[in-house]
């Protein structure tokens, strides 16, 4: 009896300590590439991660991991803010801000590049949490290939407007899910979702010559994302050609964003 009640206990503190464990402190590093880092004046280290080794101009998913000093990781609201310094003057670019995952312990969000770093400016990520901020120094390479994934275009209603390419990433022969974010500039640091606009695209293969049939143009999904399917019949360069309209009258068109694989 006396045996068995020991082994009961023992089995309860067990299950206690594995309960009341901290898993907040057991933090994995994340099979992804990290882009930056920094430790702020009370020693939060702040990570910044992506799919890819480098940022590219056009849409880029980001990830956060906030360690604080004491251990654990922190999973507070936070904001990020891109800025461009371009010496004379400075710009931001649309950002979604980031949601914390509660698997993954990251901070989950996406910041639009609109342009390459270089001679012409440089790009930082302000993250700011809980009246805290840290200064994230990254940088924006071109795509390869001649890659082109963002475009900015003034529309007839004198709006500008941003259109990213967020799929398809890895573009396959065939039928793809092609989504598309677009933002609208309020001003130098301010590009909110455009959620009231009509967006049509036509696939062309310049190369060749031809387009391609059995595509799907996009519906709104909320935030500014637009999802429709797009069809590749062949490997090589694509160009999509983009129209925007809104209230059934056309705003925007002249737009094209290209693909090659």
Same mark, same amino acid.
């Given at each position: ?5 020991? +082994? ?29 880092? /920094?430790?702020?004046?009370?020693? @939060? ?20 991991? #906030? ?19 371009? +010496?004379?003057?400075? +710009?931001? %670019? ?5 949601? +914390? ?12 590049? @609109?342009?390459?770093?270089?001679? #012409? ?11 805290? /901020? ?7 390479? %071109? ?18 407007? &941003? ?25 130098? &640091? ?25 595509? #799907? ?15 590749? /019949? #062949? /490997? ?26």
């Amino acid at each position: 009896m006396k045996n068995h009640l020991l +082994h009961c206990l023992a089995l309860l503190i067990f299950l206690f300590s594995s309960c009341s464990k901290d898993d907040n402190s057991d933090f994995l590093i994340p099979q992804k590439e990290q882009i930056a880092s /920094t430790t702020t004046a009370d020693e @939060t280290k702040v990570i910044l991660w992506s799919d890819q080794p480098k940022l590219q101009v056009g849409y880029n998913p980001v990830y956060l991991s #906030m360690e604080k000093a004491s251990g654990g990781y922190m999973e507070s609201a936070v904001h990020i803010h891109s800025l461009m310094d371009m +010496h004379s003057m400075s +710009h931001s %670019s649309p950002v979604e801000q980031p949601v +914390h995952n509660k698997d993954s312990r990251l901070h989950e969000g996406a910041v639009v590049l @609109t342009m390459p770093s270089g001679e #012409m400016g440089n790009w930082t990520l302000e993250v700011a949490w809980d009246s805290q /901020t840290a200064v994230l120094n990254i940088e924006a390479i %071109s795509p390869p290939n001649n890659v082109k994934t963002v475009q900015t275009v003034v529309g007839k209603d004198d709006i500008r407007y &941003t259109v990213s390419l967020v799929q398809p990433q890895h573009p396959k022969v065939g039928l793809n899910d092609v989504e598309f974010l677009i933002n609208y500039r309020v001003d130098a &640091t301010s590009f909110p979702p455009a959620e009231n606009l009509t967006l049509s695209f036509e696939p062309e293969m310049p190369s060749m010559g031809h387009g391609s049939p059995n595509n #799907m143009q996009p519906q709104h999904i909320g935030k500014g994302h637009y999802s429709g399917k797009i069809n590749f /019949t #062949m /490997t090589g360069d694509w160009r999509i050609h983009v129209k925007l309209s809104k209230n059934g009258a056309l705003v925007a068109d002249g737009i094209y964003l290209d693909l090659q694989f």
